[in-house]
């Protein structure tokens, strides 16, 4: 039997089914923690200064310390991820407000942030499968008004998810006043009359790290993009849809409601934004930077 991963926990290394905070931790018991996700290719963290500037964001959003200096947070990642030698894998990071004697929604004085992070292997990439696209649903979008927030409470998320699932479908694009904002765990982009679009920053939706990437590789390959509200509507109507996530990479959507988007293939935008990814991965993989500015 391969031996068991090691979970980092407040400094310490522990096997993954010993490791645990206490049951009075405000994550637990309030969803008060943000987390993020970021994918190690050959080992190697994937835009890792852009996470870790995400967890500052969030952070200071919920107004907690960042427990670890960058450095420590690298750490952390390098010793994690040495277990899996060199194999793709995503590392998860969770940062909770901390525990403290009592359960009050009152954020206690002096309560000292808790550190989670543990590391699982990514599946190879299945290109015949990535090929055949996925299929979505829209939902109402039924989360906060503060979803820029990578926060771990994801009720609504998973709700969602799971109606997807029932109604046989990958994933649902969240859908509020009228404009389609994003997926359960992805960001959405659509193609339109050959412009590639994705919703604006806000407070309604996270900011991607998959997804800025997209938009500098568009930049890069002079591929015309444009950041603007999608009216829900006109998705039936889009040549091409993707949703992007550090695991997802960027999907193509075949399917919206049960109905065919282009062809029903992958189109040959995401065709190209797709090769343009991989070949970032691959500088990574090599030793190199994803693009000039890394
Ligand atoms: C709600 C939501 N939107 C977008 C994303 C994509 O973000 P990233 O590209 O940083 O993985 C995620 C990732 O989990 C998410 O949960």
Same mark, same amino acid.
């Given at each position: 039997m391969s031996k068991e991963l090691l979970a980092y926990v407040n400094g310490q290394y522990l096997p993954q089914s010993q490791a645990s905070l206490p049951i009075m931790d405000r994550g637990l018991l309030f969803g008060d923690s943000v987390y993020e996700v970021i994918p190690a290719y050959g080992g190697i963290p994937f835009r890792v200064e852009h996470h870790l500037r995400r967890l500052d964001r969030s952070l200071n959003a919920i107004r907690v310390r960042n427990p670890l200096s960058t450095e420590a947070w690298h750490a952390v990642f390098d010793r994690l991820s040495a277990q899996l030698q060199g194999q793709d894998q995503s590392i998860y990071l969770q940062v909770t407000r901390g525990d403290s004697p009592v359960r009050n929604h009152v954020i206690p004085a002096g309560i000292e942030p808790n550190v989670v992070a543990f590391t699982a292997p990514l599946p190879p990439r299945d290109t015949a499968r990535v090929l055949q696209g996925i299929r979505v649903i829209t939902l109402d979008d039924i989360r906060w008004h503060r979803c820029d927030i990578k926060a771990t409470t994801?009720?609504?998320?998973?709700?969602?998810?799971?109606?997807?699932?029932?109604?046989?479908?990958?994933?649902?694009?969240?859908?509020?006043?009228?404009?389609?904002?994003?997926?359960?765990?992805?960001?959405?982009?659509?193609?339109?009359?050959?412009?590639?679009?994705?919703?604006?920053?806000?407070? @309604?939706?996270?900011?991607?790290?998959?997804?800025?990437?997209?938009? @500098?590789?568009?930049?890069?390959?002079?591929?015309?993009?444009?950041?603007?509200?999608?009216?829900a509507a006109e998705l039936a109507h889009a040549e091409e849809i993707w949703l992007t996530s550090s695991t997802r990479e960027v999907a193509a959507v075949v399917a919206l409601n049960g109905q065919q988007v282009g062809d029903g293939t992958p189109g040959p935008l995401w065709r190209r934004m797709d090769a343009l990814y991989q070949a970032c991965k691959e500088r990574l993989r090599l030793g190199g930077e994803c693009r000039d500015d890394g």
């Open positions: 994801l009720l609504a998320n998973v709700m969602a998810r799971a109606k997807a699932t029932d109604e046989g479908a990958d994933e649902a694009i969240l859908v509020r006043d009228g404009m389609a904002m994003e997926g359960t765990a992805s960001n959405l982009f659509v193609v339109s009359n050959g412009l590639l679009i994705t919703p604006p920053d806000s407070d @309604e939706l996270l900011p991607g790290i998959t997804r800025d990437l997209v938009l @500098e590789l568009a930049a890069d390959d002079g591929i015309p993009y444009a950041q603007a509200t999608i009216d």
